[in-house]
C-alpha cells in the first residue's frame, strides 16, 4: 500500500471509513457503471444470438476468454495498484471498459446489419471483449483494496458490502435502461453505445476529482529518511484508523511483504468456496436469459426477449441489493454466517426455477438466487480479506477479483450446454456447487469472532 495513498483525513459522518462521502460515492460510480454496462448486455445477447441465428452455447462461450484474461491479469493490477496507486489502476480499468464496450457495439451492429456472418461477429465480438477482461480488471481490485486499507476490521464487512453493492445497483440500472436505449438505427447494440458514453464521462470525473495517489518518489521509508538529519522519522505515518494490532504489519512496504499464493493457508477456505459458489452463480445466471426465451416462447420474436429478460434481472438485481444494503447490517452477519446463509437461499431458488414456467415464477426463483449469492459474494471476499494483514490486501483483492472472475470462464457456457441437452442436469449440477459450500463452510470456515481478531 502506498504510503502517499494514506490521507490524514478523519472519518466524516455519515461515511462507512476514513473517506469522505463524495470520494465513496465516486468509487462507488466506477464499479456501478461497469456493472451496468454489463448486465445491460447481459438482457440483450441471448435475442441478439438468436437474431444472428447463433447457437446459446456459442454465445455463452464468447465470454471465455475475456473471464480467463481477468482470473490471470486481476492479481498482476493488484499488485500494479500498490506500486502506481490505486487511482492509475482505477483509469486503466474504465479504459479498458470503454474501449471494449464501443467495439463490441461495432461488432455487433456489424452482424445484426449483415456486414459480418453470424460466426464472424462472435469471434470479433469475443476479441473485442477481452480487452474487458485483460484492462477491465485493473479496477475492482484497486477499488476494493483502496476502501479496506481504509477500514477498521469491525467494519470491513459492511464496508467491502457498500462497495459490492455497486455492482446489485449497476445490474439494476442496466436492465431498467436497456431497452430506452435500443433506438432506430443502433437497435440491440444501443445499449453498448449508451454505456460507453456513460464510462467516458465516469473516467473524466475520476480523472478530475479522485487525488491522485502515485507515490512521488520511487524509494520510501528508511532508505529515503535516515540519510537526511538526526530526528528524520524513519517510518511514514499509519492510516488513523489503523488498529495498533495492525501497525507492524502496515509498516511494511509493498516490496517488503511476501507474495501472497492463490491458496495460502489463511485464505484457502474463503476462495475455495468462492469458485465453488462462483461456478454456481455464473451458471444459474448464464440460463436465465435462454430459459426465458424458450418458456415465454420468445424465440421467433427475439427483439421482444429483451422486455421480460431485463424484468427478471432487475428483480435479481433487487434483491442482491437487499441482501447487502438491508440483511448484511440488519442481521450483523459476518462472513461465515453471510456465506452459508447465501448457499441455503440460492439452492432454493435453483430448485424453484428449474419447475418455474411463467415470468412470476420464474422472477421469483431468480430473486431467491440472487439474494442468496448477494449475500454470499460479500461474505467470502470479506472472509478473504479478513484472513489476511491490512500490508496484504492488495494482493488479497487481486486474488479475490481472479476467483470472481475464474467462474465465468467455462460455468456459464457449459450450464447453458447442459440446460440445452437436459435441464435437470444443469439445474442438479448448481445444486451440488451449493450444497458443496455449505458443506466447506460448516467443516473448514473459521468463525466469525475469530476472524475479528487482528491479523499480523
Known sequence: MNRSDMPPDTAPAGTTSSL????????????????????????????IG??????????????????????????????????????????IGLMGFISSFGLCGLALWLGLNGWLSGVATLLVFAL?????GGFGSAAPPAVQAYVASRTSREARTRSLSLISSSFGLGTVIGPALAPYFILPGLGLVGPFI?????????????????????????????????????????????????????????????????????????????????????????????????????????????????????????????????????VIPTMRLGPRASCLLGMVIAAGGTAL??????????????????????????GFTAGAS???SRAEQGQSAGIVASVNGAGYIVAPAVGVWLYGHNPWVGFAVIELLCAAVIVLGLRSMTGDEELMQPRR
Open 50 to 91: 438468436t437474431a444472428l441465428k447463433v447457437e446459446d452455447f456459442w454465445i455463452s462461450l464468447a465470454y471465455t476468454w475475456s473471464a480467463l484474461l481477468w482470473m490471470l491479469c486481476a492479481p498482476w493490477w493488484a499488485r500494479r495498484s500498490d506500486q502506481r496507486g490505486r487511482k492509475a489502476m482505477m483509469a
Open 128 to 132: 473485442c471483449r477481452s480487452l474487458y
Open 194 to 326: 449508451a454505456f460507453t458514453l456513460i464510462a467516458v464521462v465516469t473516467l473524466f470525473a475520476l480523472r478530475v476529482w479522485l487525488p491522485d495517489d502515485a507515490p512521488a518518489y520511487a524509494a520510501r521509508g528508511d532508505v529515503m529518511a535516515a540519510p537526511f538529519s538526526a530526528n528524520s522519522e524513519s517510518r511514514a505515518p499509519i492510516a488513523p484508523d489503523a488498529e495498533p494490532d495492525d501497525a507492524a504489519a502496515d509498516d511494511a512496504l509493498p516490496g517488503d511483504v511476501a507474495k501472497l499464493a492463490w491458496f495460502d493457508e489463511r485464505m484457502r477456505p474463503w476462495l475455495v468456496a468462492g469458485l465453488l459458489g462462483g461456478h454456481a452463480q455464473a451458471a444459474a445466471m448464464g440460463i436465465v436469459g435462454f430459459l426465458i426465451l424458450d418458456r415465454m416462447g420468445l424465440r421467433a420474436n427475439p427483439g421482444a426477449g429483451a422486455g421480460p429478460i431485463g424484468i427478471v434481472l432487475m428483480a435479481g438485481a433487487m434483491a442482491t441489493l437487499f441482501a447487502q444494503w438491508g
Open 20 to 47: 469522505p462521502g463524495w470520494r465513496v460515492a465516486l468509487l462507488f460510480t466506477v464499479m456501478l457503471v461497469t456493472a451496468a454496462g454489463n448486465t445491460a448486455m447481459q438482457s440483450v445477447m441471448p435475442s
Open 386 to 388: 479478513l484472513a489476511v
Open 353 to 378: 426455477l428449474a419447475v418455474a414456467y411463467d415470468l412470476h415464477a420464474i422472477t421469483i426463483a431468480v430473486a431467491l438466487i440472487s439474494l442468496g449469492f448477494g449475500l454470499f459474494r460479500p
